[in-house]
């Protein structure tokens, strides 16, 4: 697991690769903190990501409100695994920029 900013003039990058779960929930939040002060439009790459828990979600969550708050941009990039889409969708996570596979509910 880790967790990645690359920062240049005009965004920050978070990457995420492997599991991104609760034991590296003190990262996750610091490199989200970090970023935000940057003042920039914030982008989370998820294609390296095998895999977030509940603490993950609720932590890009939390990130995705304060950029709101501060006016930034705020959007996940790449793919969740369905399991995890079906329960975002069934959670009620309207409003979360969600990558697009998530967004709408399958017919």
Not at 44 to 55: F, K, V, Y
């Given at each position: 697991?880790?967790?990645?900013?690359?920062?240049?003039?005009?965004?920050?990058?978070?990457?995420?690769?492997?599991?991104?779960?609760?034991?590296?929930?003190?990262?996750?939040?610091?490199?989200?903190?970090?970023?935000?002060?940057?003042?920039?439009?914030?982008?989370?790459?998820?294609?390296?990501?095998?895999?977030?828990?509940?603490?993950?979600?609720?932590?890009?969550?939390?990130?995705?409100?304060?950029?709101?708050?501060?006016g930034?941009?705020?959007?996940?990039?790449?793919?969740?695994?369905?399991?995890?889409?079906?329960?975002?969708?069934?959670?009620?996570?309207?409003?979360?920029?969600?990558?697009?596979?998530?967004a709408?509910?399958?017919?």
């Amino acid at each position: 697991m880790s967790v990645v900013i690359d920062q240049d003039g005009q965004s920050s990058l978070i990457r995420l690769d492997g599991v991104i779960d609760i034991s590296c929930a003190a990262e996750l939040k610091e490199v989200n903190m970090k970023a935000l002060q940057a003042g920039k439009p914030v982008l989370i790459a998820l294609e390296g990501a095998s895999g977030l828990d509940i603490t993950a979600m609720q932590i890009l969550w939390a990130a995705e409100r304060a950029a709101r708050a501060q006016g930034l941009s705020f959007a996940l990039e790449g793919q969740l695994p369905e399991g995890r889409c079906a329960t975002l969708r069934d959670a009620g996570w309207e409003g979360f920029p969600l990558p697009a596979q998530v967004a709408k509910k399958p017919n």
